[in-house]
């Protein structure tokens, strides 16, 4: 893992602890996860994961449309679900996109994290997030 990873994953268990559920990169041709756990790993067994992110790729449409559309930035997006929390925002010239889940009923401030993110990639100079550009649409 990279040490831009390494530092990405350490700020997400800083934020959610115990309660982070996965942590995922993804940018327009691949997508890799950076920290499952197990539980998560067990549920999303059953899943189609390029699926699931192929979905989260739409964002980058989004992103674009917001930024014509309003008088600030896009930052991020939280969805709730009934036992999870999503988060995502997307960093760098590329970009690259960063999605995690959290269990739900901790009133965390997502702003701040988002705050965090950007501050490493700055610091990381938008070094790539990915472990292995190889092993982008597969699990490494």
Do not use: K
Request: net charge negative; charged share 30%.
């Amino acid at each position: 893992m990279s040490d831009a990873a390494a530092r990405l994953v350490e700020a997400f268990r800083s934020f959610g602890g115990d309660d982070l559920r996965d942590l995922w990169v993804f940018d327009h041709h691949g997508y890799e996860h950076l920290y499952v756990r197990e539980d998560v790993s067990d549920a999303l067994e059953c899943l189609d994961i390029s699926q699931f992110i192929d979905n989260e790729r739409f964002g980058y449409v989004t992103r674009d449309t917001y930024e014509t559309l309003y008088y600030a930035d896009y930052g991020y997006t939280v969805r709730g679900f009934d036992s999870f929390e999503q988060f995502r925002t997307f960093v760098g010239d590329r970009p690259t996109g960063i999605l995690a889940g959290f269990d739900r009923g901790a009133g965390r401030d997502f702003a701040a994290l988002h705050d965090r993110v950007c501050a490493l990639n700055d610091e990381f100079d938008g070094a790539d997030l990915f472990s292995d550009p190889t092993a982008r649409d597969r699990l490494p």
